[in-house]
């Protein structure tokens, strides 16, 4: 069973940066796709980027440029650096792993991961 603890959120004023952190725990040494999302206020979960053991990345185009993704696959680590945020990005954060590839379409389908953390706050202020 995968477990996923996120880290890091909080309040920041726009243009500001934070870095959120998933610690993932669980994992046999098999392929797994990692991934961020988040869910704003009243709307629904959307994906932000995903993360492909091999190193392949794929971002959301409302974050490309200004999100970064690390993973780190000895310490099962997926950290997000946050750079340039706007009020936009507020949103509760969530981590979420599948044991598979990551196909073009998990981005867009949160229901293609089954394991899931208990998300964090980021609010960023105008």
């Known amino acids: 069973q995968v477990q996923l603890v996120e880290s890091g959120g909080g309040s920041v004023r726009a243009g500001g940066s934070l870095r959120l952190s998933c610690a993932a725990s669980?994992?046999?040494?098999?392929?797994?796709?990692m991934a961020w999302f988040r869910q704003a206020p009243g709307k629904k979960r959307e994906g932000v980027a995903t993360?492909?053991?091999?190193?392949?990345?794929k971002y959301s185009d409302s974050v490309k440029g200004r999100f970064t993704i690390f993973r780190d696959n000895a310490k099962y680590t997926l950290d997000l650096q946050m750079d340039n945020l706007k009020p936009e990005d507020t949103a509760t954060y969530y981590c979420?792993?599948?044991?598979?590839?990551?196909?073009?379409?998990?981005?867009?389908?949160?229901?293609?991961?089954?394991?899931w953390g208990q998300g964090t706050p980021v609010t960023v202020s105008g």
């Open positions: 993360s492909e053991r091999g190193g392949e990345i």
């Open positions: 669980g994992f046999l040494d098999s392929n797994y796709c």
């Open positions: 979420a792993a599948e044991r598979a590839s990551c196909y073009s379409w998990y981005l867009e389908e949160e229901q293609s991961f089954h394991s």
